[in-house]
C-alpha cells in the first residue's frame, strides 16, 4: 500500500507556468476558461508579517486522506477488483464514480459511470475539480497524479517538466522517500482549522512565503457540507443533464 | 523542407522509459502489465513516436524530444539526454504544440490588397511572391544603390535571408533588435573590458556555483531561459547568498538576502559608490587586481568622490542598506557572481558605463575563471557548411556617409543601428532606404517610437516579411512570406558553450503545414531570381549533414545518441594562468580606447532625465510564460496569461483612488494612450514608476486571441535617446500618468527628488 504525495518547494519556484501546461498538453484539458488540473495563481507583491512576499500558488488536487469528493458522489456502487501494479496482490473495493484508489491513494475518476452531476466539484474546497462539458456528456474531472504515466514508471508531467526542481513526488508510506523526508522536515499541508481533510501536496518555502499562500488559499469553507445538504444529490444530475443538454441543443 | 526526412525513432517509448526503472527508488510504480499490452489505447502522451530536436519558442533553444501519435505532435519535453535542460522544459517550449497547429497561422503567401497597415490581403502563389520581391529589390538596388536595402532579422529562420541582404551590399543586413533594442550596450561593456561578450546571447556567469549573488535589474525567473534559471535556482539551494537591486519587488527580488529598491536611472550611482567603497576598505582581491587587470589607478582616483553619502539621496537608499549588501558580497570573492545583465537598452546614455561598472565589480572581486563567478565559454568547432556562402557578388562597400559612422563601438557588430535606418527611411539622408526586410521580428512591439517606424514605413517603395503569424509587422508589409515554425525544418547544427556543452540539431516533426516553406527553401528561391550564387545545397538536411559530417558525425551518429553529444566543460582559470581576450591579456578597469572617443574611460554618473512633475517612469519587464510580443496568440499560453496588468505603487493608488483590479488607461509624456489595462495594486513597486510586462496590446485583429488584450508598453514608449558607443535604443525613457474614466490622474511625487536628477521637460516632448 502507498500514499503518493507531493511537496512542491516554494523557495525553488518561480511561478513559470510549466508544470500547468505540461498538464494541459499530457492530457489535453480543454482551454475554455476555469478548465483547469494544474494551476499557478500569483500571490503579491503584498505585505506580510515577515516582510514582503511574490509567491505562487502551483496547485493540483490533494489526493485526500478523506476525499469529501468521493463523499458527496451519488453515483450507484459497485465492487471493482483492483490489482497493485507493483506487488500483484488483489483487492476487492466497493467504488462510487469517484474513489480513493487502494494501492496508490491516488483520487480517480471512473468515468464510464459519472454522470455529469458537478456534486464532488462543488464539494471540493480546494477547487481542483472541474466539469468538462465540452463533451456530449459532461464529466468531472481533475489531476490524477498522472496514475497512468507513474504506471509507465514515469514521472507525473508537471513534475518531469518543472524547470526548478521545485515538485517533488514519491510515497509517503516509504519513510525513507523524498516527501517522506521533506515532510519530516517541515513541509505542510495547505489547510485551515474549518478544513483538514488530510490532502496529500505539502509545501515547503520562507516564511513570507507560506503566510501568504496560507493566507490567501488556505480553504476556509467546508463546501461539501452545502453539497450534502443541499438539494437531493440524484435530482441535481437529472437538472445538470438537462441544463447541459439544453445547452448543446441551444 | 526536409519535410520528408522524418527521423525513424521507433524507440517506443513508454516500454524504454518504463524499462528504465524511472525513479523506482522513489517507489514508483512498475509497468502496469495491462498498460503494456495496449500500447495503441495508451493515454496522454504514452506511446508516442519521439523525435529529439531543438525548441525555438525563445532563442535560448534548448534540446526537446517531440511527441507524435497517428502522425500528430501531441506533446513537447525536453531531451533527457540534454545537461542544460534534461526532460525539463518551460511553459513556452511545452505550448509550441500550439504554434504549430495555430488556426490563425500564416498559411499562404499573401500581398497587400488595401492600404498599407490596414491587414486587407490576396493570397498569391509562391512564385508570385518572390517574383515581385525580386523585382523591387533589384529595381531599388538599382535605382538608389545597394544601401537602400535594409534588413531586420532575428532568430534561426532570419540566417539564411540574412546572406542575400549581405551579397546585395547594403551595410543594413543585419539590423537586429535583439542587439539594439537590447544586448548591445551590455556586450560592448564586456567585450572592451573582457574581450569576449560576456553577455550577448548568453550569460557567462556561474550562479550555480557562486556563494553570492548580485542582479541589477536583471529578472530571472520572469526571464525564463531554461538553464539560466536552473542554475540561478541551484546556487540558492547551495546556500548563495543574494542581492537584488530593482525598483520592483520582482520574482527574484522576493528570494533576496538584500533587496534595494532602487530610483530608476540611479543605478550607476550605486555602482559607483559600491566601487568606491571597495577600493577605499581594500576589499578587493589584493593579487588578483594588479596582476590581472589594467587602470586600477585611474579607476582609483576616477571614483573617489561617490561615496555613500553622495549615493543615498540620489538611489534613495539607506546606506546602512547599500554597505550591508555590498558587504555580502565581497564576503563571498572570489566566488561571487556579479551577473552582467542582459538587456540593457534602458536610458541610452550610461548604459555601457552601467555594465562597465559591473565588470569593474566582478574583477575587483577576482572572480573572473573562479566557480561562482564569469567564466569562460568552451567552444564547439562547428562544421562549415560550404553550401551557404554568396559567391561572385558585392564585397559589402561602406557609403560615403555611414549610418554607422556616429558609433565608434560598433565596429565589431553587423548591421546598423534601428534608429538610424528609420530616421534616415523619413529623411532620405545621408541617403535614401526604400527597401525593408523583416525576418522573425515583430519590428513595431520592439522598437521604441512604433509611430516614428510607421511613419517610416509608409514612406517606403516596397516591404516584406516572412513569419509564422499575422501580427503588427505582416499588416504593414506588401508582401507577406508564411515561414514554417522550427517545428517544420532543419535548421543548422547547434552548440552550446556555457557550462555543460553539447551540439545538436533541430529536425522537423512534421512536414510544413498548408503552404508555408522553410527559410531555407525561401532564401534559395529568392537568390536565384536576384541571380546570387548564395545556396548549393539541395535542401537543409544535406547543410546539416555537411556541418556535421566536419564534426565526424552525421544525423545518423547523432539520432543513435538520442539527437545530442555531450562535450567536456573548460569554464575556469586559475588566476595566475589567466590570460584575458583582450590586447593585453589583462581587465581593462578604465578603457584609454573609449576616452579617445570622448567616452568615459572610467564609468561617471550622467544622470538620465527624472520623471515630470505629475509622471511616473515606464518600466517593462516579462511574463514568464511569453517571448517578447510573439506568443499572446498561442491558445495555451493565452489561456495561462492572456494580459498584462499595469503595477501601481498601493500608497500611490489610495491617493487617486486607484483598486486593484480597476481598468484604467496610461497616457504618456507626448499624450499618447495606452489600451484598457487592468491595474495591479501592491507595496511591490516604488511610487515614481509603473510596471507592464512587455508585449501585449496587440493591434492585429488577425491574432484572434490576442488582439486587444492587454496594454502595449512599446506605443507608449516615445522618447528615446540612442547610446553613443553603438547606437542602441534606450527604453527607459518615457513616463505615464493614469487616466480613469477620462479624468487624467497625476501621479503625486512621494519620493523628493535631489537637485543632481533633473527632470524631463515636457515642452520639449
Known amino acids: 500500500m502507498s500514499q503518493y504525495a507531493m511537496v512542491i518547494d516554494l523557495a525553488k519556484c518561480v511561478g513559470c507556468h510549466a508544470c500547468a501546461i505540461a498538464c494541459r498538453a499530457e492530457w489535453r484539458v480543454p482551454s475554455e476558461e476555469g478548465y483547469r488540473r494544474n494551476w499557478v495563481k500569483r500571490i503579491g507583491p503584498e505585505k506580510t508579517p515577515f516582510g514582503i512576499a511574490y509567491t505562487f500558488y502551483p496547485g493540483l488536487c490533494n489526493h485526500c486522506d478523506h476525499p469529501v469528493c468521493v463523499d458527496v458522489c451519488p453515483a450507484d456502487p459497485i465492487t471493482r477488483n483492483f490489482t497493485s501494479a507493483k506487488d500483484g496482490t488483489n483487492k476487492k473495493m466497493e467504488i462510487k464514480a469517484t474513489f480513493k484508489e487502494p494501492f496508490t491513494g491516488i483520487v480517480l475518476i471512473d468515468k464510464e459511470r459519472c454522470i455529469g452531476c458537478g456534486a464532488c466539484v462543488e464539494a471540493c474546497p480546494y477547487g481542483a475539480r472541474y466539469l468538462d462539458e465540452t463533451l456530449d456528456e459532461p464529466k468531472a474531472d481533475k489531476c490524477t497524479f498522472c496514475f497512468e504515466r507513474i504506471s509507465a514508471g514515469q514521472e507525473p508531467a508537471c513534475v518531469q517538466t518543472c524547470i526548478a526542481d521545485a515538485r517533488i513526488f514519491g510515497d509517503l508510506k516509504d519513510p525513507n ?68 443538454s439544453s445547452k448543446r441543443s441551444g | 523542407m526536409r519535410r520528408r526526412d522524418f527521423l525513424k525513432l521507433s524507440a517506443s517509448t513508454t516500454l524504454a522509459l518504463a524499462s528504465l526503472g524511472l525513479e523506482t527508488k522513489e517507489g514508483f510504480l512498475k509497468p502496469c502489465s495491462t498498460l503494456a499490452a495496449a500500447p495503441k489505447s495508451l493515454p496522454g502522451s504514452l506511446g508516442a513516436k519521439e523525435i529529439p530536436s531543438v525548441c525555438e519558442m525563445c532563442f535560448w533553444r534548448c534540446p526537446i524530444v517531440a511527441k507524435i501519435k497517428n502522425g500528430k505532435l501531441v506533446k513537447i519535453e525536453g531531451n533527457p539526454k540534454s545537461p542544460a535542460n534534461g526532460k525539463r522544459v518551460c511553459a513556452r517550449g511545452n505550448s509550441g504544440v500550439q504554434l504549430l497547429y495555430d488556426p490563425d497561422r500564416l498559411k499562404y503567401p499573401l500581398k497587400r490588397t488595401g492600404e498599407r497597415g490596414e491587414g486587407k490581403w490576396a493570397k498569391i502563389s ?93 529578472h530571472i525567473g520572469e526571464n525564463v531561459h531554461v538553464s539560466h534559471v536552473r542554475e540561478f535556482i541551484q546556487g540558492l539551494s547551495k546556500g548563495a547568498k543574494l542581492v537584488v537591486v530593482d525598483p520592483r519587488f520582482s520574482t527574484a527580488a522576493n528570494k533576496a538576502d538584500i533587496y534595494l529598491p532602487i530610483r530608476p536611472g540611479t543605478d550607476t550611482a550605486l555602482l559607483l559608490a559600491w566601487i568606491n567603497y571597495v577600493i577605499e576598505n581594500k576589499l578587493y582581491d589584493e593579487p588578483f587586481v594588479p596582476r590581472n587587470c589594467t587602470g586600477f589607478n585611474e579607476l582609483k582616483s576616477a571614483v573617489k568622490k561617490y561615496t555613500f553619502e ?32 542582459r538587456h540593457s537598452t534602458w536610458y541610452g546614455r550610461g548604459d555601457v558605463g552601467r555594465h562597465h561598472c559591473l565588470s569593474i565589480l566582478a574583477s575587483l572581486f577576482g572572480s573572473i575563471g573562479a566557480p561562482g563567478g564569469i567564466y569562460f565559454p568552451t567552444p564547439i568547432k562547428k562544421g562549415h557548411a560550404h553550401c551557404v556562402a554568396c559567391k561572385g557578388e558585392n564585397e559589402v562597400e561602406e557609403p560615403d556617409v555611414s549610418l554607422r559612422d556616429k558609433y565608434p563601438f560598433i565596429e565589431a557588430l553587423p548591421g546598423t543601428p534601428t534608429a538610424e535606418i528609420i530616421k534616415a527611411t ?76 553539447y551540439v545538436t540539431v533541430r529536425q522537423p516533426v512534421t512536414e510544413p503545414l498548408f503552404e508555408v ?84 574611460a572610467v564609468p561617471k554618473f550622467v544622470a538620465t532625465p527624472a520623471p515630470p512633475k505629475g509622471f511616473a517612469r515606464l518600466i517593462y519587464g516579462r511574463s514568464p510564460v511569453h517571448t517578447f510580443s510573439r506568443t499572446m496568440n498561442n491558445l495555451w499560453l493565452n489561456h495561462e496569461w492572456p494580459e498584462n496588468h499595469a503595477w501601481i505603487n498601493d500608497e500611490v493608488a489610495a491617493k487617486l483612488k486607484i483598486q486593484d483590479g480597476e481598468t484604467i488607461i496610461l497616457e504618456n509624456e507626448h499624450g499618447k494612450r495606452s489600451n484598457p489595462i487592468k491595474a495591479k495594486v501592491t507595496p511591490g513597486i516604488r511610487p515614481d514608476c509603473i510596471y507592464m510586462a512587455h ?8 491574432l484572434t486571441k490576442a488582439f486587444k488584450k492587454g496594454a502595449s508598453d512599446q506605443y507608449l514608449i516615445t522618447t528615446y535617446e540612442n547610446d553613443p558607443f553603438m547606437g542602441a535604443s534606450s527604453h527607459r525613457t518615457s513616463f505615464v500618468r493614469i487616466v480613469k474614466k477620462d479624468v487624467v490622474k497625476d501621479i503625486p511625487d512621494l519620493r523628493p527628488l535631489p537637485k543632481e536628477l533633473p527632470r524631463f521637460e515636457l515642452n520639449k516632448a
Open chain 2, 695 to 702: 508585449g501585449f496590446g496587440c493591434k492585429s485583429k488577425h
Open chain 2, 426 to 501: 523619413i529623411s532620405g539622408k545621408p541617403y535614401p532606404i526604400k527597401l525593408w526586410g523583416i525576418n522573425g521580428v515583430n519590428i513595431i512591439q520592439t522598437i521604441p517610437n512604433p509611430y516614428e517606424t510607421i511613419k517610416a514605413i509608409k514612406n517606403l517603395d516596397f516591404i516584406f516579411c516572412e513569419e509564422m503569424m499575422p501580427g503588427e509587422t505582416a499588416i504593414w508589409s506588401d508582401i507577406i512570406l508564411p515561414g514554417a515554425t522550427y517545428l517544420e525544418r532543419y535548421d543548422s547544427v547547434y552548440t552550446y558553450d556555457l557550462l555543460t556543452p
Open chain 2, 310 to 341: 553622495w549615493a543615498a539621496p540620489i538611489c534613495d537608499l539607506k546606506i546602512e542598506d547599500m554597505k550591508a549588501a555590498i558587504e555580502l558580497l565581497a564576503k563571498a570573492r572570489p566566488n561571487t557572481a556579479i551577473h552582467p545583465g
Open chain 2, 126 to 218: 509562391w512564385k508570385e511572391a518572390l517574383d515581385e520581391i525580386a523585382f523591387n529589390m533589384d529595381k531599388i538596388r538599382k535605382k538608389y544603390g545597394p544601401h537602400s536595402l535594409a534588413f531586420f532579422d532575428h532568430g534561426a529562420s532570419a540566417e539564411f535571408m540574412r546572406e542575400i541582404f549581405q551579397a546585395l551590399g547594403t551595410e543594413n543586413y543585419s539590423s537586429e533588435p535583439a542587439f539594439y533594442q537590447c544586448v548591445g550596450p551590455v556586450a560592448v561593456a564586456y567585450l572592451t573590458t573582457m574581450g569576449y561578450v560576456v553577455s550577448g546571447t548568453r550569460q557567462y556567469i556561474d550562479m550555480a556555483n557562486a556563494k553570492a549573488m548580485l542582479l541589477v535589474g536583471t
Open chain 2, 517 to 600: 516553406k522553410t527559410p531555407y527553401w525561401i532564401a534559395k528561391e529568392l537568390a536565384k531570381r536576384l541571380n546570387l550564387d548564395c545556396f548549393r545545397c539541395g535542401n537543409e538536411k544535406e547543410l546539416v549533414e555537411e556541418e556535421l559530417k566536419q564534426m565526424g558525425l552525421s544525423l545518423e551518429k547523432l539520432n543513435a545518441e538520442g539527437g545530442l553529444l555531450k562535450f567536456k566543460a573548460n569554464p575556469y582559470r586559475k588566476p595566475d594562468e589567466l590570460t584575458m581576450p583582450t590586447d593585453t591579456g589583462k581587465i581593462l578597469l578604465s578603457v584609454p580606447d573609449f576616452a579617445e572617443e570622448d567616452l568615459d
Open chain 1, 177 to 244: 522517500s523524498k516527501v517522506s523526508k521533506l515532510i519530516k522536515a517541515g513541509a505542510k499541508r495547505l489547510q485551515s482549522d474549518v478544513v483538514q481533510i488530510g490532502p496529500n501536496v505539502y509545501w515547503k518555502g520562507s516564511k513570507k512565503d507560506l503566510h501568504a499562500l496560507f493566507k490567501n488559499f488556505a480553504p476556509k469553507q467546508r463546501t461539501w457540507e452545502d453539497v450534502l445538504n443541499g438539494p437531493d444529490l440524484m435530482k441535481r444530475s437529472i437538472l445538470r443533464a438537462a441544463l447541459a
